[in-house]
Nanobody
């Protein structure tokens, strides 16, 4: 079973930057039709941050991260990064990588909102101080 593993989390001050990376564990590079980043703050539900269909047909960003975060997909390595700039204290959360959507014919926003991804990583903590 190929797992997803996140890295790059940490603590920064407001206005700072972090880059999260998501890879697959083990030696196999399993491809997926989609990959994305989600987050969950203490006492709140999990929410989509950014995602893409790996065929290049769609990219999604939550309104609260537009113009601050960028998602990158490396097709050769089957990895996905999330570059986070201008971080705010409200961005503090556990960030999860996810993959494997049921289809790429559906609206990516709908798939993200429904958290309809079949494979998830354990998460990496991001803490932004004022």
């Amino acid at each position: 079973h190929v797992q997803l593993v996140e890295s790059g989390g940490g603590s920064v001050q407001a206005g700072g930057s972090l880059r999260l990376s998501c890879t697959t564990s083990g030696n196999r590079r399993r491809s997926s039709n989609c990959m994305g980043w989600f987050r969950q703050a203490p006492g709140k539900g999990r929410e989509g941050v950014a995602a893409l269909y790996t065929d290049g047909s769609a990219t999604y960003y939550a309104d609260f991260v537009k113009d601050r975060f960028t998602i990158f997909y490396d097709n050769a390595k089957k990895t996905v990064d999330l570059q986070m700039n201008s971080l705010k204290p409200e961005d503090t959360a556990l960030y999860f990588c996810a993959a494997d959507c049921p289809t790429t014919r559906a609206s990516l926003k709908v798939v993200v909102t429904a958290l309809d991804f079949g494979r998830w990583g354990p998460g990496t903590q991001v803490t932004v101080s004022p």
